[in-house]
């Protein structure tokens, strides 16, 4: 189950991504909890870079990594995507077990794969599971659990259980937000708590994120750094970043 503090924070965030702004007042009074728990919430969601609070509520930062559809995805930063995509394949080798975590990045991936032979991908994400039967050389691995309209993927503890009785090679993860101190993160707790599954069960943990993703934090934390192998990101990143990064021991691969 939700933990119900969680639950009211993404409840309180997406109200405010949809409207704007929010006032203590009136959440108060529509989560039957005190002024106080509210302003808590806000300040919790204020020092990890989602939202503005001003006086008497809180307004949307528009930088925030908002849980949006992966439809909208779709449209941001391809190009990108694409050859970040593509380099990450380049990793991949023949006899690996691998997990892509939904996202489209991941997606893509499977445009680069059709070479790789005795490939076994386990992932959580229908879209990229349905796209996967048409590459003869991969044996393909669905988990159960919840189907998330916004992302194609499974979540839940149907999905916990069946990923913990795994061991694979590499994880390949895309990511909402890449923040120095705070880790990485995404805007769903349950996307939130089966990557941490996948990171834990994976020997080479590998972060597929375009450069508007560093620097930012999102509601529900993954893990920190010093759980990542590699990232692959564009050449958007800021070269200071790039430096802190590897000073943690984390190999940062540019795309052309």
Known sequence: MKNKTTERRQSILEKIHEQGSARVENMAKEYAVSEVTIRNDLKYMEERGLIHRSHGGALLKHNVGFDHPLIE????????????????????????????????????????????????????AVNIAY?????????????????????????????????????????FIGVDGLDLAYGISTPNPEEASLNRIMVSIAREVIVVADSSKFGRSSLSKICGLEAITKIITDKGLDPEFRRQLEARGIEVIITS
Not at 93 to 118: K, P
């Open 131 to 171: 796209a996967a039967i048409s590459l003869p050389n991969i044996q393909t691995l669905l988990t159960g659990g919840f189907l998330r309209k916004k992302s194609f993927s499974l979540v839940g503890p149907d999905a916990e259980e069946l990923l913990s009785k795994y061991y694979v090679d590499k994880l």
């Open 73 to 124: 995805k779709q449209r941001l930063k391809m190009p990108e995507k694409r050859e970040i995509a593509q380099t990450a394949a380049g990793l991949v080798e023949n006899g690996d077990s691998i997990i892509l975590d939904s996202g489209t990045t991941t997606f893509e991936m499977l445009n680069h794969l059709g070479d790789v032979t005795d490939l076994t991908i386990l992932t959580n």
